[in-house]
């Protein structure tokens, strides 16, 4: 059944190993031909676009806000906030009209988040909150005005993985819908996105097959004392994620951080003990982030490359590559995600902790 590990160690291995369906599942729902739809969301479709958008989340959840603030941003040219739950509902936040509030919630139950959405409609009840979540019957969903469903099906790992990965799909259809909507993509352009987005499905899976290189990288973890992940753009918040998950479930200390603004602290903390991982795919400023990685490098970083270059021009003296397929300004944030979560995985297995409950941490987080 679907709540069982079956041939898998973990639930979290099981999860991460659903991903390619899970997409797919998103895709079959909200496209239809060339067009995306939300039929739990239809004001998505008609209503005029808002002028602001504002996103809150906790956790896992947060992260896969922080990334599609990109997408949104880039294509429809509105401004887009983004927060933590416990943040802004304390802040007494400025919310004008024409607003749109999107939480985001694998639970639907998280304390906080709830709490947000409710501070935003009583603030402005004309403004529309839409929740994308992965349990349709949660008061989330039940309390806003539109939801889009995850569709990931029941995740057990307490540290998420399908669930963000299909909260990143989601995102993608949302950004690409609004784009198209504004004006802001010619429908070529959203169909070749949409294309992409099916290529993903074959490219998720071919991620999964990929274990050796996964493996390859555990022993530059036995004696760390931490680690840094690193990322430029949409794949900033890749880098918080990654960083997360090897919390959550090895107990390391690590930290993500805006490539360029490594050099502003965290550069200092860099020795042979630190891997610092770099997502370096070519949508985002590669340049950049290939120098970044030569300016940790120069410090003795052990320095673990996650790239989509082809191997012809993959930097020399790297410690170990991760190869990723390509992807375009929507997609790679998918593709990436995938060696993070098996890293994280694969360091916790050799570090013997217990991936699927791990200590300190729950599920869903419903009291303040
Ligand atoms: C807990 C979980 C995280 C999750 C966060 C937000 O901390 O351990 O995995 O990302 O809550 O949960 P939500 O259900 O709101 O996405």
Same mark, same amino acid.
């Given at each position: 059944?679907?709540?069982?590990?079956?041939?898998?160690r973990?639930?979290?291995?099981?999860?991460?190993?659903?991903q390619?369906?899970?997409?797919?599942?998103?895709?079959?729902?909200y496209?239809d031909?060339?067009?995306?739809?939300f039929?739990?969301?239809?004001?998505l479709?008609?209503?005029?676009?808002?002028?602001?958008?504002?996103?809150?989340?906790?956790g896992?959840?947060?992260?896969?806000?922080l990334?599609?603030?990109y997408?949104?941003?880039?294509?429809?040219?509105?401004?887009?906030?983004?927060d933590v739950?416990?943040?802004?509902?304390?802040?007494n936040?400025?919310?004008?009209?024409?607003t749109?509030?999107?939480?985001?919630s694998?639970s639907?139950e998280?304390?906080d988040?709830?709490?947000?959405m409710?501070?935003?409609?009583?603030?402005?009840?004309?403004?529309?909150a839409?929740?994308?979540?992965?349990?349709?019957?949660?008061?989330?969903?039940?309390?806003?005005?539109?939801?889009?469903?995850?569709?990931?099906?029941?995740?057990i790992?307490?540290?998420?993985?399908?669930?963000?990965l299909?909260? @990143? #799909?989601? !995102?993608?259809? +949302?950004?690409?819908?609004? &784009? %198209?909507?504004?004006?802001?993509?010619?429908?070529a *352009?959203? =169909?070749?996105?949409?294309?992409?987005?099916?290529?993903?499905v074959?490219?998720?899976?071919?991620?999964?097959?990929?274990?050796?290189?996964?493996?390859?990288?555990?022993?530059?973890?036995?004696?760390?004392?931490?680690?840094?992940?690193?990322?430029?753009?949409?794949?900033?918040?890749?880098?918080?994620?990654?960083?997360?998950?090897?919390?959550?479930?090895?107990?390391?200390?690590?930290?993500?951080?805006?490539?360029?603004?490594?050099?502003?602290?965290?550069?200092?903390?860099?020795?042979?003990?630190?891997?610092?991982?770099?997502?370096a795919?070519?949508?985002y400023?590669?340049?950049?982030? @290939? #120098?970044? !990685?030569?300016? +940790?490098?120069a410090r003795? &970083? %052990?320095v673990?490359?996650?790239?989509?270059?082809? *191997?012809? =021009?993959?930097?020399?003296?790297v410690?170990?590559?991760?190869?990723?397929?390509e992807?375009?300004?929507?997609?790679?944030p998918?593709?990436?995600?995938v060696?993070?979560?098996?890293?994280?995985?694969?360091?916790?297995l050799?570090?013997?902790?217990?991936v699927?409950?791990?200590?300190?941490?729950?599920?869903?987080?419903?009291?303040e």
């Amino acid at each position: 059944g679907s709540t069982d590990k079956g041939v898998y160690r973990h639930y979290m291995e099981k999860e991460i190993h659903e991903q390619p369906a899970v997409l797919e599942r998103i895709l079959n729902a909200y496209i239809d031909d060339a067009a995306i739809h939300f039929p739990d969301a239809p004001w998505l479709s008609t209503d005029p676009l808002p002028e602001r958008i504002v996103m809150v989340a906790c956790g896992t959840s947060y992260h896969a806000a922080l990334t599609a603030r990109y997408w949104l941003e880039r294509y429809l040219k509105v401004s887009v906030e983004v927060d933590v739950a416990s943040e802004y509902r304390y802040r007494n936040p400025v919310i004008g009209e024409r607003t749109m509030l999107i939480t985001l919630s694998q639970s639907g139950e998280t304390a906080d988040t709830l709490e947000a959405m409710r501070l935003f409609k009583s603030t402005t009840p004309n403004n529309r909150a839409l929740s994308i979540c992965n349990v349709a019957s949660a008061s989330l969903p039940r309390e806003s005005d539109g939801l889009i469903e995850l569709l990931a099906g029941p995740e057990i790992g307490v540290a998420s993985t399908k669930a963000y990965l299909a909260q @990143l #799909s989601v !995102l993608a259809l +949302v950004a690409l819908h609004m &784009a %198209r909507r504004a004006g802001a993509m010619p429908q070529a *352009e959203l =169909e070749e996105h949409i294309a992409n987005l099916w290529h993903t499905v074959d490219g998720l899976a071919e991620m999964l097959t990929r274990t050796a290189a996964v493996s390859s990288v555990v022993p530059l973890f036995a004696r760390a004392h931490g680690a840094l992940f690193l990322g430029r753009g949409p794949c900033y918040p890749l880098a918080l994620e990654g960083a997360l998950k090897l919390k959550e479930i090895s107990y390391l200390h690590a930290e993500g951080y805006a490539a360029g603004e490594m050099k502003h602290g965290p550069i200092a903390l860099i020795d042979s003990n630190l891997p610092v991982i770099v997502i370096a795919p070519q949508q985002y400023q590669l340049d950049k982030v @290939l #120098s970044n !990685l030569r300016e +940790v490098q120069a410090r003795g &970083a %052990r320095v673990i490359l996650l790239t989509d270059l082809p *191997e012809q =021009e993959w930097p020399e003296d790297v410690d170990r590559i991760m190869a990723v397929p390509e992807g375009d300004y929507f997609t790679t944030p998918l593709l990436v995600c995938v060696p993070l979560q098996l890293l994280a995985y694969e360091v916790a297995l050799a570090k013997g902790t217990d991936v699927d409950q791990p200590r300190n941490l729950a599920k869903s987080v419903t009291v303040e």
